[in-house]
């Protein structure tokens, strides 16, 4: 089966920034007979300028292989990653360079995605110099940068370790915007933070996107993320996509019986949520 996440049965979206189509990973198996480990088995998925597209599974589903893929670093067996109508499944160095500038990622965990020994500065300024910025340019984008993310400016001389967690994932998340990308793979950008600190980083990834029309291809396990985030949402089950659509719809009356489960499982305070959340999956199940 090819899982689907474009815009509906034979409907691609024509303006999408990023299509994946049936694409394939997989990786070999363990010992030499062993059978290749197939991780995706053909999604397809398009993401429009601008928009989010969140990608909900459990743990071991291939929520970070696709954005690895996207980024060149997963093994494509087949199918097609087009980005801003390019063909990039198999760019070399010298093209994944220059995709830089629009293709970026925020990983999940702030305490290893930065390096210990750059300050904020210098981790800001590395991107920009590498393509091709003069120093003082490079030292008012970082400015800008800083300021953005709500960091005060003499953050740019200090060291990462001297951060909180969540001022490290913005100092990442400035990173990333540096080059003014047109889509950012957030991998659980917020997982590692504790909920205030979360909603903070939410928060500031929305504003970015409504100034800067970035896409963001948003991977979570948190199904109150997702839908606080997305615009549509995808959930991927065994390396399948199993239901695509509109964030809302998809979170509150998912189709799928794997989405309902998801939605099942989700923790929630609230006793009664958790009472009106089961008879609505259920209602729905039944319909
Ligand atoms: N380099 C690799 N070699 C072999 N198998 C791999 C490799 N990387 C990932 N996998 C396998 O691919 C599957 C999907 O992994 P992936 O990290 O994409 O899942 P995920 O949905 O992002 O999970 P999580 O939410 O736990 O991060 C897992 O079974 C994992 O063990």
């Known amino acids: 089966m090819t899982s689907d996440a474009t815009g509906g049965p034979g409907g691609e979206f024509p303006d999408a920034l990023l299509s994946l189509r049936d694409l394939r990973v997989s990786y070999p198996g363990k010992g030499r007979r062993a059978p290749r480990a197939r991780i995706l088995k053909g999604v397809s998925l398009d993401i429009r300028p601008g928009e989010t597209l969140g990608l909900v599974g459990e743990s071991g589903s291939g929520k970070t292989t696709i954005g690895r893929a996207v980024l060149g670093l997963a093994p494509v067996e087949s199918g097609t990653v087009t980005f801003a109508g390019s063909r990039i499944e198999r760019a070399g160095r010298a093209r994944r360079r220059a995709l830089a500038r629009d293709l970026q990622v925020v990983f999940q965990d702030p305490y290893t995605s930065l390096n210990p020994s750059l300050t904020v500065g210098d981790t800001l300024g590395e991107p920009l110099l590498g393509q091709g910025a003069g120093t003082k340019e490079a030292r008012a984008r970082i400015a800008e940068l800083l300021e953005r993310v709500r960091l005060p400016a003499d953050a740019a001389g200090r060291l990462p370790r001297e951060f909180s967690g969540g001022q490290r994932q913005r100092v990442a998340i400035a990173r990333a915007l ?56 995808a959930v991927i089950q065994g390396g399948e996509l199993v239901e695509t659509g509109d964030a809302v719809q998809v979170t509150s009356e998912p189709r799928h019986p794997y989405t309902r489960a998801l939605m099942l499982a989700a923790p929630v305070a609230d006793v009664r949520e958790q009472r009106r959340r089961r008879e609505a999956a259920e209602l729905s199940a039944r319909s």
């Open 178 to 233: 540096a080059l003014r990308p047109r889509l950012v793979i957030c991998d659980e950008p917020v997982s590692a933070l504790d909920l205030t600190t979360q909603r903070t980083v939410l928060e500031l990834l929305l504003e970015i996107q409504e100034e800067t029309r970035v896409a963001y291809l948003f991977v979570t396990h948190d199904l109150g993320v997702v839908r606080f985030m997305s615009h549509r949402v």
